[in-house]
């Protein structure tokens, strides 16, 4: 556990050493003020209802970023050879660099804590919905990033990592938009598979076992597709 921690520790310091932190959250913040406020007198009422919904679709696009680099710049380095080499697992070597950039990902949703403090001194503002909505945020922001993290071990190209994991992360957030042009069986499997139909049952305050154990499934699938594709680099 303690070479998991070491990992985790270096990777979330190496973000604050350059500018990719600071650029990431501050773009996400903004973005979110300016979406947010701009539509909320209009609903009359205290609720954080539409920054979740719009905080949540920021997330999908803004997250890749922030892993692209996990592992497919010490590929171009060449310093994951030199990680792999040290008394480290594999699984060791995914879980700290997992639980890096989920570290960075707490101390944004820390930062938008903001936006309902706000609301809340402008009307009674109900904090279930609130709390849940987070919980909401933390597994789906999870899952986005275990898949960027998986995307990462696929490649030593920064970019080529960004597009794969920002494609499979639109694609599993947009699945239960076109349930309309389907069949109902192939519509309810792909609203399952959305993550977008997951993270609104906890924004509206309801959470239900069966949504955790969704984004946890998908976290443990995508990780362990990372632990596979950097264990097979060992070998090769």
Not at 18 to 25: M, T
Not at 150 to 157: D, E, G, I, L, Y
Request: net charge positive; aromatic share 14%; with cysteine.
């Amino acid at each position: 556990m303690r070479s998991v921690l070491t990992i985790a520790g270096r990777q979330f310091r190496s973000y604050f050493n350059g500018p990719v932190a600071y650029i990431v959250i501050c773009i996400i913040l903004l973005t979110l003020g300016f979406f947010f406020w701009k539509t909320f007198f209009l609903f009359g009422r205290a609720s954080a209802r539409e920054m979740f919904r719009w905080l949540g679709l920021i997330l999908v696009f803004s997250l890749p970023a922030l892993t692209m680099g996990l592992l497919a710049e010490e590929k171009r380095t060449g310093t994951i050879e030199l990680l792999i080499t040290m008394p480290v697992t594999e699984a060791q070597v995914i879980l700290g660099k997992f639980l890096g950039v989920l570290g960075l990902y707490a101390v944004l949703l820390a930062l938008t804590i903001s936006y309902p403090l706000s609301v809340s001194t402008l009307g009674d503002l109900d904090w279930g919905p609130v709390w849940s909505g987070y919980l909401g945020l933390l597994l789906q922001g999870s899952a986005v990033l275990a898949i960027g993290l998986m995307a990462s071990s696929w490649t030593s190209n920064q970019l080529i990592a960004l597009f794969v994991a920002l494609t499979l992360s639109v694609f599993f957030w947009v699945l239960d938009k076109f349930l309309a042009l389907l069949p109902t069986n192939a519509a309810s499997t792909l609203q399952w598979l959305s993550f977008d139909y997951h993270f609104q049952s906890m924004a509206r305050g309801v959470i239900d076992l069966r949504d955790v154990l969704f984004f946890a499934s998908v976290v443990v699938f995508a990780l362990a597709v990372a632990f596979r594709a950097l264990e097979a680099r060992r070998w090769s």
